[in-house]
């Protein structure tokens, strides 16, 4: 698996659009995923704001996507937000997503924070790989 990096440095990439981008994501997530119109958001959010997207594929065909959204804070609240990660089904313990964060963590600069579902079978590598779990997250939504 190849992985391309895509930031705010070097645009939307002819390759991996972001709607390509997007739909992967919407499709790979599964029950762990938002809206196609959420998920462009935060592809937009890279570009604008700061982060980068990195695509594992083999030639054409993606196999996987992690999207990292910068904070723009440092120290009292991690510097990176993993907002998005995926693998194509029929990959699925290859050992793919392992790579895929391998690559986020390294281009990364500073912390990275993620939020995953206790149930989540993808809990067990973010845990290999090093992240803890140092807080219950809450959250209150206000009504539109």
């Known amino acids: 698996m190849e992985l391309t990096i895509i930031d705010s440095g070097t645009g939307e990439n002819s390759r991996f659009t972001n709607e390509r981008v997007a739909d992967f994501l919407f499709k790979h997530l599964e029950q ?7 998920i ?3 592809i937009g959010y890279v570009f604008e704001r700061g982060g980068f997207i990195t695509v594992g594929h083999e030639g054409d065909a993606i196999k996987g996507v992690v999207i990292i959204n910068e904070t723009g804070m ?13 693998v194509d ?9 392992r790579k895929l964060m391998e690559k986020v963590i390294d281009r990364a600069e500073g912390d ?8 989540n079978p993808a809990k067990y590598l973010y845990e290999n790989l090093g992240f803890t779990n140092k807080y219950l997250e809450m959250r209150y939504k206000k009504n539109m």
């Not at 762990?32 to 959420?38: A, K």
């Open 40 to 42: 462009l958001k935060c």
């Open 112 to 119: 990275i924070a993620l939020h995953v579902e206790p149930e």
């Open 32 to 38: 762990y995923g938002d809206p196609l119109t959420d």
């Open 74 to 86: 440092s120290g009292y609240i991690p510097e990176n937000i993993l907002v998005y990660i995926a």
């Open 89 to 97: 089904a029929s990959t699925r313990g290859k050992g793919y997503g």
